[in-house]
């Protein structure tokens, strides 16, 4: 089981960005899937996840207006939308599974939750 995550990057207050999370050793429906960042100085913060079985997805409340997961089984990607970032959105971007600890239909935020975790991905939003 393998993550990594990319499409970080330099943007602007307000822009978008779209960040990728490849799987590989299994496809995305198969486990939960999480994001999560973690800015400089920070604790690690639970972004959104998407479930296995139905696809049912979670969010942070102070995100989920501008955040939107998806996945693209066939292509073995998890993606995140990103609307409207600020300066506050800066941080390293991850990707992590739960490799089925909690079952189908599981989805959750807490990083502890999830045991196997992709390489982050940088997003800075500045002007």
């Known amino acids: 089981v393998q993550l990594q995550a990319s499409g970080g990057g330099l943007v602007q207050p307000g822009g978008s960005l779209r960040l990728s999370c490849s799987a590989s050793?299994?496809?995305?429906?198969?486990?939960?899937i999480g994001w999560f960042r973690q800015a400089p100085g920070k604790e690690r913060e639970g972004i959104s996840c998407?479930?296995?079985?139905?696809?049912?997805?979670y969010y942070a409340d102070s995100l989920k207006d501008r955040f939107t997961v998806s996945r693209d089984n066939a292509e073995n990607m998890v993606y995140l939308q990103m609307n409207n970032l600020q300066p506050e959105d800066t941080a390293v971007y991850y990707c992590?599974?739960?490799?089925?600890?909690?079952?189908?239909?599981?989805?959750?935020?807490?990083?502890?939750?999830?045991?196997?975790w992709g390489q982050g991905t940088l997003v800075t939003v500045s002007s």
């Open positions: 992590a599974t739960d490799q089925g600890e909690y079952g189908s239909g599981w989805c959750g935020i807490r990083p502890i939750d999830f045991g196997s």
């Open positions: 050793g299994f496809t995305p429906d198969y486990y939960a």
């Open positions: 998407i479930s296995s079985s139905d696809g049912s997805t």
